[in-house]
């Protein structure tokens, strides 16, 4: 057979034709197939996450607005007397000491019958542990006037206060409280909603002597 380059290859390129057909009929090379990826996909996770985020800062922000205002069940102004009996605060330690050694020396059933209001009014501050706890008279719009035990913390922005400076600029100090009732007259503040300065008239007791600050 007289065969010419031209048919050389053009069988060649016939052989490698058929070899490849019978190639991938067998099966071919046996490659493991990679997982694809697509850009959408990443794309959903991204966003997914993205709006988890967001409905949990919307959450918490509903949460904190839904969140009830807590209402005061106490509200009047600062009141001033000029003698201060409410417990030992601001007071020396030998006048509490001077009145255990009392008590125990005359037992609390005498006591109790020499001074039954001051015997049961210490004893109510000792069972709550106020005996030196700063207080506050406060007078109400109802013209109530209570005492109020306060922590020293909360007591401490009253100080800022004297009774002059108001009585000078014609303000008063309205307060807004949360108490615990422990007698008619006696309350201990659980907190303080507000205690602001106002205008108004600064009321006090027993004109004719001399004020005692809070401090």
């Not at 990679?34 to 918490?60: D, R, T």
């Not at 009047?76 to 007071?91: I, N």
Request: contains cysteine; positive net charge.
């Amino acid at each position: 057979m007289n065969l010419s380059v031209h048919n050389f290859k053009t069988l060649g390129v016939f052989w490698l034709s058929t070899a490849a057909v019978r190639f991938r009929q067998n099966g071919g090379f046996k490659i493991a197939p990679q997982p694809i990826i697509h850009k959408n996909v990443i794309c959903n996770k991204n966003y997914m996450k993205n709006l988890i985020i967001i409905l949990s800062l919307v959450l918490i922000v509903c949460s904190c607005q839904n969140k009830p205002e807590e209402k005061s069940n106490l509200e009047g102004d600062l009141y001033y007397t000029w003698l201060k009996l409410g417990s030992f605060y601001d007071q020396p330690d030998s006048l509490y000491h001077n009145y255990l050694d009392l008590r125990d020396s005359l037992g609390i059933e005498e006591l109790r019958k020499q001074d039954a209001i001051g015997t049961s009014h210490i004893q109510l501050l000792e069972k709550h542990d106020l005996v030196k706890s700063p207080f506050i008279y406060i007078k109400t719009d109802s013209d109530s006037t209570f005492i109020i035990y306060m922590t020293p913390k909360d007591y401490k922005p009253i100080t800022e206060y004297t009774y002059q400076n108001l009585i000078d600029n014609k303000q008063k100090v309205r307060l807004k409280l949360i108490t615990e009732q422990l007698t008619d007259k006696l309350q201990i503040c659980k907190k303080v909603i507000s205690i602001e300065k106002i205008e108004g008239e600064t009321l006090q007791k027993q004109k004719k002597f001399k004020i005692e600050e809070y401090k």
